[in-house]
């Protein structure tokens, strides 16, 4: 009876020995890193997840591409306009601050849909790196702001760039009517010249070759006048005095009418330089950030 139950309770040892075997194992298994032997199923929905949520990222992405661009385009069509065109600049100007305003929702949104890919993307490939940065959104108020600005000032510098160019054909014009023996005529359109150089005399913050440029161009004027007055007068030795200080203007006239037009080229740029490049910068990196989720959905 007693090696009996003795013989009885030897398999009951047996199985506590496997039990605690299989513990201790159970345990070293719990203890290995996290990712290793993990449980396919689980790796498989967070893979899912990752490329679901790349997927949606690239379509705010896509949106926020599509209204930066249009505002960009506006906003060099303006800049071009100031730079050279009849057309006032303002109205394009005015377009990109508001889509630039527009974009602004949209931005926030790719924003958060970025970081919500880069946080699976941590736990899922945390050796993977992360999205590079995508367009900072509160820049985009003061864009909007600094294309307002540019609007604003577009105007006046485009009326006066006008101004420039008013003066020298009615210039031209007096010269053509001088050579054709009209210095009444040629008067007049000495007159209308005068009356162009006056809207650019009250130029704010004009350009720095404005002072030589007037001058030059202010000689020119007179010179031409004096040949018109001595010619209706009939008096020759006048006129050919009055031709000598013309061509001696006209030496320096050159000089300054390139000088201008490279100055104003320059000052018109600068109106909407900064926001302009600001704006292909954000437009940049939402680019590169796309093509860096396109990558990740085809990774996973």
Do not use: C, N
């Not at 949209?106 to 941590?122: F, H, K, Q, T």
């Not at 104003?264 to 950030?289: K, R």
């Amino acid at each position: 009876m007693h090696r009996g139950m003795i013989g009885a309770a030897r398999p009951t040892r047996a199985v506590l020995v496997g039990v605690l075997a299989v513990a201790f194992l159970g345990a070293i298994l719990a203890a290995r890193p996290a990712g290793r032997g993990a449980d396919p199923t689980i790796e498989a929905g967070r893979a899912a997840l990752l490329h679901q949520e790349a997927q949606d990222a690239t379509t705010r992405l896509d949106d926020l591409i599509d209204q930066l661009q249009v505002a960009l385009d506006a906003g060099r069509r303006g800049s071009a306009l100031v730079i050279d065109g009849e057309e006032s600049p303002r109205a394009d100007l005015t377009d990109a601050a508001a889509e630039v305003i527009a974009a602004s929702d949209e931005a926030a949104l790719a924003i958060a849909a970025a970081a919500r890919v880069d946080g699976i993307l941590a736990a899922v490939a945390p050796r993977r790196a992360l999205l590079p940065p995508g367009p900072s959104a509160p820049l985009f108020p003061a864009i909007s702001a600094q294309f307002t600005t540019a609007a604003a000032a577009a105007d006046p510098f485009v009326a006066r760039r006008q101004a420039t160019d008013q003066t020298l054909a009615a210039l031209a014009d007096a010269l053509a009517a001088l050579e054709g023996d009209d210095p009444r005529g040629a008067l007049a359109d000495l007159d209308r010249a005068e009356e162009a150089l006056d809207a650019i005399r009250d130029w704010e913050e004009p350009p720095t070759v404005l002072p030589f440029w007037l001058d030059t161009t202010g000689k020119l004027l007179s010179a031409a006048r004096r040949i018109a007055r001595a010619s209706l007068a009939g008096d020759a030795d006048a006129v050919a005095r009055a031709a000598a200080r013309y061509a001696r203007a006209a030496d320096d006239a050159h000089r300054a009418d390139t000088a201008l037009a490279i100055a104003i080229a320059e000052s018109g740029s600068s109106l909407a330089a900064t926001p302009l490049q600001q704006l292909a910068d954000a437009l940049e990196a939402a680019t590169t950030q796309r093509e860096a989720l396109e990558a990740i959905q085809a990774a996973f």
